[in-house]
T-cell receptor, first 116, second 111 residues
């Protein structure tokens, strides 16, 4: 396994700008998750894909947030018109298909966003 | 009520101490459970899965009580290197198993 890869690792942006994060999951993992984590809190679920289908989206995700996984491989998370409250670490994770052993999710190293 | 709730921290313990963390979950249909460890400014990493019969991995013991919707983690003979945040994790059967994290319990092990 090459691990879950996220890019960029760090992003500083001005309020009102758009940002996009990319996640490459572990190959053969068909399930992909996005989480947001702020200091002192656990990862908060944002959205979940099984292959290219977005099966669930948290109410935390306002209309400014959108995620895609067009070919069932990599995923992007876009935040439009960023606000200071969007400053957080955005974590991507992936998991094997059901029945292929293990329910464990594996995280990437995260993308740190600072909105100034 | 939060879907996954953990003991508030931080826990400050001396080296060699035994410490226990608790976690409750709200969805009785939840099917799999884990403890993750997270070091400061790093991603969470799997510590251990939690099985119905309870399981042990070296100094770490995890227990699951489905009737009470409760899981626990026991760390024996604490080491300085155990200092981290411990996250309780539950797979909930909604939309194909949504994985929910607790807020985490911070552990400081002192010399």
């Amino acid at each position: 396994d090459t691990g879950v890869s996220q890019d960029p690792r760090h992003k500083i942006t001005k309020r009102g700008q758009n940002v996009t994060f990319r996640c490459d999951p572990i190959s053969e993992h068909n399930r992909l998750y996005w989480y947001r984590q702020t200091l002192g809190q656990g990862p908060e679920f944002l959205t979940y894909f099984q292959n290219e289908a977005q099966l669930e989206k948290s109410r935390l995700l306002s209309d400014r947030f959108s995620a895609e996984r067009p070919k069932g491989s990599f995923s992007t998370l876009e935040i439009q018109r960023t606000e200071q409250g969007d400053s957080a670490m955005y974590l991507c994770a992936s998991r094997r298909p059901t029945g292929f052993g293990g329910n464990t999710i594996y995280f990437g190293e995260g993308s740190w966003l600072t909105v100034v | 009520r939060k879907e996954v709730e953990q003991d508030p921290g931080p826990f400050n313990v001396p080296e060699g101490a035994t410490v226990a963390f608790n976690c409750t979950y709200s969805n009785s249909a939840s099917q799999s459970f884990f403890w993750y460890r997270q070091d400061c400014r790093k991603e969470p990493k799997l510590l251990m899965s939690v099985y119905s019969s309870g399981n042990e991995d070296g100094r770490f013991t995890a227990q699951l009580n489905r009737a009470s919707q409760y899981i626990s983690l026991l760390i024996r003979d604490s080491k300085l290197s155990d200092s981290a945040t411990y996250l309780c994790v539950v797979n909930m059967p909604t939309g194909g198993f949504k994985t929910i994290f607790g807020a985490g319990t911070r552990l400081f092990v002192k010399a």
